[in-house]
C-alpha cells in the first residue's frame, strides 16, 4: 500500500517538474497578455488579482518541486557551499579556541555559574 503511494507521489512530482518550464513561461505570457489587456482597456488595475493569485500558484509549483528535490546529499552539498561562504568563520573558530583556552578577555555570559569570574576592571 505504501509502495503504491510513493510510486504516486514520485509521477506527481515527476510531472511537476517536467511542467514547470511551461507554467513559468505560460505565467509570462498570460501576466504579460494581461497587463496589455488591462493598459489598453481600463485605467484602473483590475490585472492585479489574476497575477497574485497566480504568482501564488506558480510560487506552491516551484517550492513542491524543490522540496521533494532535497534529500541527504542535497543538504551536505548545500551546508558545504555555505561553509564555504562563511567569511568570518575564521574568527569564529578563533573566539570558539579562545573560549575553550580561557583566554578570551574581559568577563562574559558564558562561564559556568561555578566558575569564578574575573573583575571587570571598572
Known amino acids: 500500500m ?63 518541486i524543490r522540496g521533494f528535490r532535497a534529500d541527504d546529499a542535497w543538504a551536505d552539498k548545500r551546508a558545504e557551499r555555505l561553509l564555504g561562504r562563511a567569511y568570518d568563520s575564521d574568527h569564529i573558530r578563533r573566539i570558539e579556541r579562545s573560549y575553550r583556552d580561557h583566554s578570551m578577555p574581559g568577563a562574559h555570559d558564558l562561564n559556568p555559574p561555578d566558575e569564578p569570574r574575573e573583575p571587570s576592571g571598572r
Open 2 to 64: 505504501h509502495e503504491c503511494r510513493y510510486e504516486l507521489l514520485g509521477r506527481v512530482v515527476l510531472l511537476a517538474n517536467r511542467w514547470s518550464r511551461y507554467h513559468v513561461a505560460a505565467y509570462l505570457l498570460g501576466n504579460g497578455l494581461l497587463w496589455a489587456v488591462n493598459r489598453l482597456t481600463s485605467d484602473v488595475w483590475w490585472a492585479f488579482w489574476p497575477f497574485f493569485v497566480w504568482s501564488l500558484l506558480l510560487a506552491s509549483h516551484f517550492f513542491l
